[in-house]
């Protein structure tokens, strides 16, 4: 987001309307669903219209801009997913947002790979 010049905002939550997955654990996908949704944290960010397309050119396809619902009422823009690009991908509602589900996955990594040291006598 630096490289557009993109500004932080605030940390917020979404309506409990969306499910999220994990594209290849590279790219976060939030879907808009009927029923069975959580609340999601997000950031909000101010960007220009040129840094937002120069963004999502990066972005696998599928990923595009829509309506979000925030729990304080305020509805912005934001990079949802559309359906199929989830397919076959891990679900990560269960987590409440992309940076709680990366923490995640770092920590376990991180155990797996760590080694033991034992004292030499």
């Not at 397309?53 to 801009?65: A, F, T």
């Amino acid at each position: 987001m630096q490289t557009v010049n993109a500004q932080f905002v605030r940390e917020a939550w979404t309506l409990p309307i969306y499910r999220l997955w994990s594209i290849n654990d590279r790219h976060p996908a939030m879907l808009q669903v009927k029923a069975g949704g959580g609340a999601i944290a997000v950031e909000i960010w101010t960007i220009s219209a040129e840094g937002i397309s120069s963004i999502l050119l990066q972005e696998p396809p599928g990923l595009c801009i829509g309506k979000v619902y925030l729990a304080d009422g305020e509805v912005v823009l934001g990079v949802l997913g559309e359906p199929f690009l989830c397919e076959n991908q891990r679900e990560i509602t269960q987590w409440g947002g992309w940076r709680a589900y990366i923490t995640a996955v770092e920590k376990r990594y991180s155990s797996s790979t760590s080694t033991c040291k034992t004292k030499k006598n």
